[in-house]
């Protein structure tokens, strides 16, 4: 069904790129919510992407292949017959998004809802006799290395040795157990059993497959497979997942205060977060399971079998709304507790610092994500933290100060623009281009530099996006060392969220959500893109993932370089490599690297694996081998020296008398005590330290040499 346009021509301006839309609805011809969705969608990516792909039969050929391999990624659901019969259909996709009939989504989603449901009932069949394990078969786990089921018999057969693999898996791990506390149950007895919770385990599967995955859900996932084509970061977002990114940014959302798990198909309250609506109303506790969920005087929803994040959905709303929750208590008793939503901050998404003490004094600053709440100017803005935690930890007069950026997937770029200032005096942060081809170099205008003492930052693969942004201005002014794998993810993109309601005039039967569009690229202040690439740590450390990054997908945008900006080194550049060789040979001789150097070996030949067997004798021997291999990460910790790493008195005030955030703490503290990375990282500043303050290196001779 096309789209008629009514109005005039629409302009939305974001950052340096103007993009033109027909505002739609009407009475006219009015599209569906779907059809309205994907050709905003079209025009968006057409009109605004930093760097759109023809949308044509070739970009529609890419998708169709993405969309199966969501909708079906191990190929048990579709029979080789299903997509021959939609294969007429591959070439549609940018017909569809110019207006033409959603046919491919259409007659997929009739063939999968139909293959879903002949699924649910192959798989207890199968579950209701036992497995031979004594039979020596193979499992093929590859689905690139397999075709589609050529027919029904073939779908069952990959069911089976599917559902065998798993039920292999479960009835190994009950002999060993047996085998340990003696129990004397019969092989007869643990296969069965190891069946009934391979049973429970497709049960809840299926029952959201057919229950709760509603045609909206597929028809996301048939949208981001165009959008995801055109680039990795350009994604469509349902309004609940909107939400989400929206909290996740901010650091906040607004909900009951409930901290949940899910154990054995029910949801259970795992904490309650201090000062929350759940803590001030005082019925909820922890391990209390809830059954039931209503939206106030609402019809109330059964939860059992939802996932956490399923039932979190229902639990989140809208501050100063009710939500009445069926609760299970400990002592047994049922009740229906009632509790106004209102707004619950993530502490553990904040900055936060400590003190490792030892050779030097050593300031350390553990920030997650560079947050920031754009809705609220009183809330939490991820600069503003880290500047407080400078004052602190400058105010317990440390030698140096470690930035740990590790896992740390962006977030906020006038945030990391502001803090990199923080560093270094005014001058060019990163370079933004736009589709167009204009360079907007993003500078930090405050002549102040809050910290110019010795400087870390610590990075891995999974740090992106803003987090390479930091890590390369600080490399580029030759302010800090970086400290960390080989290169960073390689995300330098920008990406800007637009509302597809603000498109449309009339009410298109429910909320339109909202494209994740990539609009810019990152450069920078030197002239490279941080994309694909990444940012290359200057001390490099052994990693233990592999094969991860921008790299890894075929859609991502290349990397490229553009004129170097006008930018001043630091005054002090650090030396890095002096630093780089001393801690090489500390490394070599690192007994905890050398085992993390080992089993990453291990892991790519796991890897690497693409048959497993089905027999048990097979099976315990590939296992025993196996374990036997990664047995010796489990001894990575005894080979790291503790660090004495402490909260900040001022800190610890704040929570004391918290138990529940004493306890976190303290745990937050115990996994940098035995961290291998950050235990370099702490040498590599001392080594730093020393190399920036010639006096204390006098007095660390003489000290030495008064001690021989």
Do not use: C
């Amino acid at each position: 069904m096309k789209l008629k346009v009514i109005v005039p021509i629409m302009l939305i301006s974001i950052s340096a790129g103007i993009f033109a839309f027909a505002k739609i609805g009407g009475t006219d011809d009015p599209p569906g919510r779907y059809e309205a969705i994907m050709t905003l969608v079209g025009q968006i990516l057409k009109e605004g992407h930093y760097q759109p792909k023809p949308i044509d039969d070739a970009f529609s050929k890419q998708v169709f292949k993405k969309y199966m391999k969501s909708l079906d990624s191990e190929k048990k659901f579709f029979m080789k017959s299903d997509i021959d019969a939609l294969k007429p259909l591959e070439t549609h996709v940018d017909d569809e998004l110019n207006g033409a009939p959603l046919d491919l989504f259409k007659k997929t989603n009739d063939i999968i809802r139909q293959r879903v449901t002949e699924a649910a009932a192959i798989y207890p069949v199968i579950l209701d006799k036992p497995f031979d394990f004594s039979k020596q078969e193979n499992i093929v786990i590859d689905p690139d290395a397999m075709d589609w089921p050529a027919d029904a018999a073939a779908r069952t057969e990959a069911w089976r040795k599917s559902l065998k693999l798993r039920t292999l898996e479960k009835y190994a791990d009950l002999i060993e157990l047996r085998d340990k506390e003696k129990t004397g149950k019969t092989d007869a007895a643990l296969e069965a059993e190891a069946r009934a919770k391979v049973k429970k385990v497709y049960d809840r599967y299926f029952d959201r497959m057919k229950n709760r995955m509603k045609e909206d859900d597929r028809f996301s996932m048939y949208v981001n497979a165009i959008t995801t084509t055109m680039d990795p970061h350009t994604d469509y977002m349902p309004p609940v997942e909107k939400r989400a990114f929206q909290e996740q940014m901010a650091g906040k959302f607004f909900g009951i205060g409930a901290q949940l798990r899910e154990d054995e198909g029910r949801i259970k309250i795992v904490s309650i977060v201090t000062g929350s609506p759940s803590w001030k109303q005082g019925q909820l506790k922890a391990d209390d399971v809830i059954l039931k969920v209503a939206q106030g005087s609402q019809e109330p929803v059964d939860i059992g079998g939802f996932a956490v994040d399923e039932a979190v959905t229902l639990i989140r709303g809208n501050k100063g709304t009710e939500v009445r929750l069926t609760v299970k208590s400990v002592d047994g008793t049922t009740k229906v507790v009632s509790l106004i939503r209102d707004e619950i901050k993530l502490d553990d998404t904040f900055a936060k610092s400590a003190v490792i003490s030892g050779q030097h004094k050593i300031g350390y600053i553990y920030l997650p994500e560079f947050y920031a709440d754009f809705n609220d100017r009183q809330g939490s803005f991820s600069y503003d933290d880290v500047a407080e935690e400078i004052k602190k930890l400058k105010a317990e007069k440390v030698d140096g100060i470690i930035l740990d950026l590790r896992f740390n997937g962006g977030g906020s770029l006038p945030d990391v623009i502001k803090m990199a200032g923080l560093f270094v005096p005014e001058g060019t942060m990163v370079q933004v281009r736009s589709r167009g081809g204009e360079t907007q170099q993003q500078k930090d205008r405050d002549k102040s530099v809050q910290y110019d003492g010795p400087l870390a930052i610590m990075v891995n693969e999974f740090s992106a996006s803003a987090s390479e942004i930091m890590a390369a201005a600080m490399q580029d002014y030759k302010r800090a060392v970086v400290i960390g794998s080989p290169s960073t993810f390689g995300k330098g993109t920008v990406q800007r969220l637009l509302e597809l309601d603000n498109f449309v005039r009339t009410d298109m039967g429910g909320s339109l959500g909202a494209i994740k569009l990539t609009v810019q690229k990152f450069y920078r202040a030197d002239g490279g893109s941080t994309q694909l690439k990444g940012v290359e740590s200057d001390v490099v450390l052994p990693s233990p993932y592999y094969e991860v990054g921008e790299r890894k997908d075929e859609d991502a945008l290349k990397w490229d370089v553009i004129p170097k900006a006008d930018y001043t080194v630091w005054q002090d550049p650090v030396d890095v490599k002096t630093l780089k060789a001393n801690s090489a040979k500390r490394v070599a001789n690192n007994e905890a690297f050398k085992i993390i150097n080992d089993n990453i070996a291990t892991l790519k030949k796991l890897e690497e694996q693409k048959t497993y067997p089905l027999d048990l004798a097979s099976y315990k021997a590939d296992q025993k081998k196996n374990a036997a291999a990664l047995k010796r990460y489990d001894a990575v910790n005894d080979k790291v020296k503790d660090l004495n790493i402490n909260s900040l008195k001022v800190d610890l005030s704040k929570i004391a008398g918290d138990t529940v955030k004493l306890a976190r703490n303290k745990d937050w503290l115990k996994a940098r005590t035995k961290d291998a990375y950050l235990s370099e990282a702490v040498n590599v500043m001392n080594d730093l330290i020393l190399q920036s303050y010639p006096k204390l290196k006098n007095n660390y001779t003489d000290a030495k040499n008064k001690e021989n």
